[in-house]
């Protein structure tokens, strides 16, 4: 049973908006000739942290992948503003990495650079000087020449969040980080996202922590193959929404400006 509270007092708004970093229009995606996505639109401003949340199965990973380019839409557009086409860094999966490759963590986190560089050409001092700024900024310059497959599962992460920074992306897409990481390792992560997202960089992150979900994003994108809703963590958390989300899986508790929602999470999500 997941549990949230969330204050639903007015918040002022800034009418001065960041360019665009990301434009979704219309994505439908099929997968065993079923929709995995349905008609999906939405915009993302630049240095936005959007989280995207839904139960098992609603399509998440499916939107997370063919942002990335690893599936092909039937319809629609996934289009990149940023003006710089390696401006997309990428967190997989924990099940979708070999982790028996027996490679370092420098060695991941020069891969970052490969599309820049060239295949088969010997990396500058400037390349490998990327590499250990990026290890430094995820606090993993003291693991650099461990193998990848000895390291916990949050410091596996934060190796592809370090590859993604000597990518020089501008925006950093997570595909559920979160998932068999203990309290601490998520608040680490978290702690890197924040300090990244303060200079300026973008972050698109899926998860089932509703928690972490509507306290620290700027925006809340809630789908079940179609979006149900967009924008605001005050404006997506509504029983209404949760409960299309969740299949009526809820309960709600109201005292003065607060709000409380249980959601019954164990067959969903």
């Not at 380019?69 to 999966?93: A, C, D, I, K």
């Not at 190796?159 to 998520?186: M, N, T």
């Not at 922590?209 to 994003?217: C, E, G, S, T, V």
């Not at 809340?220 to 193959?225: D, E, F, G, S, Y």
Request: negative net charge; hydrophobic residues 40%; charged residues 20%.
């Amino acid at each position: 049973m997941s549990t949230l509270e969330l204050e639903t007092s007015p918040v002022s708004l800034n009418h001065t908006r960041p360019p665009l970093a990301l434009s979704v229009h219309d994505l439908t995606v099929i997968y065993n000739g079923e929709p995995a996505l349905d008609g999906v639109s939405f915009d993302v401003q630049a240095g936005e942290r959007v989280a995207v949340i839904g139960p098992n199965g609603a399509g998440k990973s499916t939107l997370i992948k063919t942002i990335m380019g690893l599936l092909q839409p039937r319809s629609g557009s996934v289009q990149l503003h940023t003006g710089n086409p390696l401006g997309l860094g990428y967190v997989p999966q924990y099940e979708d990495v070999n982790w028996d490759f027996p490679v370092t963590v420098r060695d991941v986190v020069m891969m970052g650079q490969t599309r820049r560089i060239g295949w088969l050409r010997w990396p500058s001092r400037e390349a490998w000087a990327r590499v250990e700024q990026a290890l430094d900024r995820v606090g993993m310059t003291d693991l650099a020449g461990r193998q990848v497959g000895e390291l916990s599962g949050g410091q596996r992460r934060r190796v592809f969040i370090a590859r993604a920074l000597a990518q020089q992306a501008d925006i950093l897409v997570l595909d559920e980080p979160f998932s068999g990481v203990d309290a601490h390792a998520q608040s680490t992560m978290m702690d890197v996202l924040d300090s990244l997202n303060a200079d300026g960089m973008t972050i698109i992150l899926s998860t089932h922590d509703l928690n972490l979900a509507f306290r620290r994003f700027d925006k809340v994108l809630a789908i079940r193959q179609q979006m149900l809703a967009y924008g605001d963590p005050e404006a997506v958390y509504r029983p209404d929404i949760l409960s299309q989300l969740y299949g009526g899986q809820i309960a709600t508790l109201e005292d003065g400006r607060h709000v409380t929602v249980f959601v019954d999470d164990h067959d969903c999500c």
